[in-house]
C-alpha cells in the first residue's frame, strides 16, 4: 500500500505568493537609476522638475554644485513612516550642506500632502502622484534613497537604514569641506 502524497494545492501557492509581495513592498535593494551624464558634461539627472507638496514650482537643477538626498515614499509605506524622523534630523543636522527631498508618489495628492505633513519642515517633499519624478530618477520601489554628491554623481541607492544614510551624508559633507 502506497501512501497518498499531498500537494500544496491553490491556497498554499496563493499565501506564498502573497508573503512575497508583502515581503517586498517597502524595500529595495536597487533603484536601477537612470543617473547619466549628458555629451556636453551637463548631469541630466538634474533635467527634471516637479510640484512640491504645497504647490510650489521645484527644479532638479536646485540639486546642482552640492550633495544631495532624494528619499523616494509612498504614504502607505510603513517603512517610509518609520524613516520620517530619520529624514527629518539629516535635515535639520545638514540641510546647510545637503539637499534633503522626499519624493512621494504612488498614491493621490492628498494622501501625498498628508504623509509630508508629518515630515520636518526642513524636507522639500515633491507630490509625484503621476509618477514622472521616480521614472526620471529609475526608481520603482519605495523605500528607496538616491544619494548624489556635489558633481550629481549617485554615491548610495535603494533601501537605507538611518545610520548607513547618516554615515554616507557624514562622508559626502567631509568631501565637500575639505
Given at each position: 500500500m502506497t501512501t497518498p502524497r499531498l500537494r500544496p494545492g491553490p491556497a498554499v501557492a496563493s499565501l506564498l505568493a502573497a508573503a512575497a509581495l508583502?515581503?517586498?513592498a517597502c524595500g529595495t535593494t536597487s533603484t536601477g537609476s537612470s543617473a547619466s551624464t549628458d555629451a556636453s558634461g551637463d548631469?541630466?539627472?538634474?533635467d527634471v522638475s516637479a510640484?512640491?507638496?504645497?504647490?510650489?514650482?521645484?527644479?532638479g537643477a536646485t540639486l546642482s554644485g552640492r550633495?544631495?538626498?532624494?528619499w523616494f515614499w509612498a504614504p502607505w509605506c510603513p517603512t517610509c513612516r518609520a524613516q520620517i524622523s530619520g529624514?527629518?534630523?539629516?535635515?535639520?543636522?545638514?540641510?546647510d550642506d545637503v539637499a534633503v527631498v522626499g519624493v512621494g508618489a504612488e498614491d493621490d495628492a492628498s494622501a501625498i500632502a498628508e504623509f509630508a505633513s508629518e515630515?520636518?519642515?526642513?524636507?522639500?517633499?515633491?507630490?509625484?502622484?503621476?509618477?514622472?519624478?521616480?521614472?526620471h530618477f529609475g526608481v520603482t520601489a519605495q523605500s528607496t534613497y538616491l544619494v548624489l554628491d556635489a558633481e550629481g554623481d549617485v554615491r548610495g541607492e535603494g533601501y537605507l537604514d538611518d545610520a548607513e544614510l547618516a554615515d554616507l551624508v557624514e562622508?559626502?559633507?567631509?568631501e565637500q569641506a575639505g
Open positions: 508583502v515581503l517586498s548631469n541630466a539627472l538634474y510640484r512640491t507638496v504645497s504647490g510650489a514650482d521645484w527644479d550633495p544631495a538626498v532624494l529624514v527629518g534630523a539629516l535635515a535639520q543636522t545638514h540641510g515630515v520636518d519642515p526642513a524636507v522639500t517633499n515633491l507630490s509625484d502622484v503621476d509618477g514622472a519624478v521616480w521614472r562622508e559626502l559633507v567631509d
